[in-house]
């Protein structure tokens, strides 16, 4: 699986207007605005990107990752973009007055723009033979919709969603979620889209990050792996590499005897 990271330091560099605002106008060091993503330069280039990886013979699938909006993506011409979209006179906005990225509507176009963006990609990568995978927050993180990443969407056009699973770190309010409880919430919003979903569709990304800069403990993600393979996860992946020692290929290779 070739991974391809949506995120663009080097072209917002080069291109500073590309880059996406925050509500109080502050430009990320990483990604592109909605607009550029769905209408530019950068979105045209990832795409051209994926048909080129699709059509190597090493590789069977492209998986796209970081292809997510919080608080990033508001600036004027993402305003414009959502007022011609869905009609509305501007950004919904709370009590304070500020930019409310959470309201419904803004979820439902951002929903759909990243979607459009994946059909895109999803064409090209079939058209060379390969699947695409995209990388998802987990439904722990409350309301995937708002981040953009409405999964019956999303499963619209690519053929699996890996999701972030990392059971090292605490959600915003503290709680952890089990495999189980993962699956089952992810599968139920695959089938508010399709009735017919089922867990094949989905990838654990089981990562190694945990609290104060500490590592997952290897009993612990083989704890992970095997109750993934228990919840009906058929397909999981371990990330990043580079904390992976020889503890942690012990216990994998024990999950997955």
Do not use: C
Not at 161 to 166: A, F, P, Q
Request: aromatic share 6%; proline share 4%.
């Amino acid at each position: 699986v070739a991974v391809v990271d949506v995120f663009a330091p080097r072209h917002i560099e080069e291109h500073p207007q590309s880059a996406a605002l925050d509500a109080d106008g502050e430009p990320s060091e990483f990604q592109v605005s909605i607009v550029e993503l769905t209408e530019g330069e950068h979105g045209d280039a990832l795409v051209a990107m994926v048909a080129e990886l699709a059509a190597r013979d090493d590789v069977d699938a492209v998986s796209l990752t970081e292809l997510h909006y919080d608080d990033a993506g508001l600036g004027e011409d993402d305003e414009a973009a959502f007022v011609a979209d869905t009609g509305a006179d501007g950004w919904p906005r709370d009590s304070d007055g500020d930019v409310d990225w959470r309201d419904p509507d803004v979820a439902d176009w951002r929903s759909h723009r990243v979607a459009g963006f994946v059909e895109r990609a999803a064409k090209a990568a079939h058209e060379n033979g390969t699947a695409l995978l995209v990388d998802v927050r987990s439904p722990r993180d409350g309301g995937t919709e708002v981040h953009g990443q409405d999964y019956g969407l999303l499963l619209e056009h690519a053929d699996r969603l890996v999701i972030w699973h990392y059971p090292g770190l605490r959600t915003g309010d503290g709680s952890s979620w089990s495999v189980s409880e993962v699956a089952d919430e992810a599968l139920a919003l695959a089938r508010a889209a399709d009735p017919e979903a089922t867990l094949d569709r989905f990838v654990l990304s089981v990562g190694l990050w945990a609290q104060d800069d500490a590592v997952l403990g290897a009993e612990e993600l083989r704890a992970e792996l095997v109750a993934a393979d228990e919840a009906g996860l058929a397909r999981t992946w371990v990330t990043p590499w580079s904390l992976l020692d020889e503890e942690h290929a012990e216990a994998v290779a024990d999950a997955w005897e």
